[in-house]
């Protein structure tokens, strides 16, 4: 059953007077599968709207090794010395065969997960598309109605994760590290097209000439693909999550980024255009959720899939089936 509208009140106002263990606790609410939870969250989230918007939402990607976790502890550090206060969502990839998830991010950050000022939240990515936890826009919401103004969300860097956390937040970050050989040929078109900026990290000791000339490369590269913003030009940078160098550049851009975007009307109509893709990718998983609960449905399914599998049924005629008795 779910609890009284007062119980989300009471929520609502401790998440807002920045109350970190209810903070944690309401966010295991909206990833709980239970459907009183769900409803109880729903209604937690629609409360605290009018106190979101207000944060810089920063989405990182990056090909393994190239120090996402590093260079987050690093920002966020950075961050909370100027005075801000930094929640970072980090989804981890779980086993597709278990469930599993390691959960590591937390020791891989080690100044920010003891920082007051910060908030680490690993979340499994569930098996959903792209390895994006799939209530990790309503826990956005929630850390910005508990005061965090900047928001940094950690993608798996594993098939479409970096599309989807694109479409969630304000500025998307793709790092990449030199030395590795053919730089060009780590880069996927993709991502570049989604890139705000592209930052070569690791440009510390005898890796900084490499470095240099790997931020040369993407450069080139950069200049023969379309910019997702008229009013934006991706730069690319180096810097070193190891010492620090280069991570005020790093900010700087994100908040140049911001003023351009905001002055353009862009940044709104983005925001704007993520909500309605929130909505569905919502009503997407509410169909996905009928298909798997509703027994009637379920056992269409289960038929359907053993007459495909023998080569008694095409796909197609499968899914006019089972989308006929979902009536659509």
Known sequence: MTPPATNVS????????GDRAVLARAITLIESKRA???????????????????????GITGAPGAGKSTTIDALGHYLTGKGHKVAVLAVDPSSSRTGGSILGDKTRMSRLAIDPNAFIRPSPSSGTLGGVAAKTRETMLLCEAAG????????????QSETTV???????????????????QGIKKGIVELADMIAVNKADGDNIARANMAAADYRGALHILVPRSPTWSPPVTTFSALTGNGIAGLWGEVLSH???????????????????????????ERLTARLRNDPAVRAKVKQAKTAVAAGRLAPTIAVEEIATMLGV
């Open 10 to 17: 009471t929520l609502a106002r401790a998440i807002r007077d």
């Open 36 to 58: 009183d939870h769900r409803a109880t969250a729903h209604l937690l989230v629609q409360e605290l709207l009018p106190s979101t918007g207000k944060a810089v939402r920063l």
């Open 148 to 159: 965090y103004d900047v928001l940094i969300i950690e993608t798996v860097g594993v098939g």
């Open 166 to 184: 694109a479409d969630m937040t304000d500025f998307f970050l793709v790092l990449m590290v030199a030395g590795a050989g053919d730089e060009l």
């Open 258 to 284: 911001k003023d351009k975007m905001t002055a353009s009307g862009e940044l709104a109509e983005r925001r704007r255009e993520q909500q309605v893709k929130w909505m569905w990718t919502m009503l997407e």
